[in-house]
């Protein structure tokens, strides 16, 4: 099956099945909720967008290892764990002003996320544990973990008692590029990161050693590649 009519069947399945829960199978109500009703006014396309660039850039990682074979699910731990790494910064620097402080946040948060899925690596490289399991259950322990440090250390203490934190310091927010909305430069950050990846994957050796280890691992053996190298990638 070609990855497009995956997708179309995917999409067409799930319309049918959230026409017949939501709305009692009021299809037309439906259709126009999700696919007309985003693209006529301008706060849902920019809200649209604003939620579209994080995923996009978890899909683009996420592409990447299906590629080497490595079927990492737990994307959303990953993202969760970099948000605390990268939100404690921009805590700790609360009441600071600096250009610095934006590609602060977003190396602790790489390195967050990249820490959390480096558990999975290290259970898959040295005791050959299934990815799958590790990462599907690694994602529930991000969000109680989320969650116990909003009801603790990363709670602010003016806000009632309320599990959230503090607002982020002007310094610490991605400059908008769409005014009276909330879309930023993580949009146009995406595009360009999406055209990274292709080219590291179809002009890069790493791209060649990536497709290799995970369509062919003895061939990839053959050739030299460290499939264990490769999974860490």
């Known amino acids: 099956m070609s990855p497009l009519l995956a997708l179309t069947l995917t999409a067409v399945t799930a319309f049918f099945i959230f026409a017949f829960i939501l709305t009692d199978f009021e299809v037309s109500s439906v259709f126009y909720t999700l696919f007309v009703e985003p693209l006529i006014d301008t706060y849902y396309i920019s809200e649209l967008l604003v939620k579209a660039a994080p995923l996009i850039m978890i899909a683009l990682g996420l592409s990447i290892g299906f590629r080497a ?12 764990i970099g948000g605390i790494t990268g939100g404690a910064v921009g805590l700790y620097f609360y009441n600071v002003e600096g250009f610095w402080l934006i590609p602060l946040m977003s190396l602790a948060a790489i390195l967050g996320g990249m820490f959390y899925a480096g558990i999975a690596a290290f259970l898959k490289t040295k005791y050959q544990v299934n990815e799958i399991l590790v990462t599907l259950m690694l994602t529930y322990v991000a969000v109680l973990f989320l969650s116990a440090m909003l009801q603790g250390p990363m709670r602010n203490p003016s806000g009632f008692n309320f599990p959230e934190s503090r607002l982020f310091h002007d310094s610490a927010l991605l400059p908008i590029i769409w005014q009276g909305t909330r879309l930023n430069i993580g949009l146009i950050i995406a595009v360009i990161l999406s055209f990274v990846t292709w080219f590291g994957i179809k002009r890069h050796l ?18 030299g590649f460290d499939d264990k190298k490769t999974i860490w990638f």
């Open 69 to 80: 074979g490595v079927w990492n699910i737990g994307a959303e731990g990953q993202f969760v």
């Open 206 to 223: 790493s791209g060649l050693q990536i497709k290799i280890t995970g369509s062919a691992p003895r061939a990839a053996k053959f050739a």
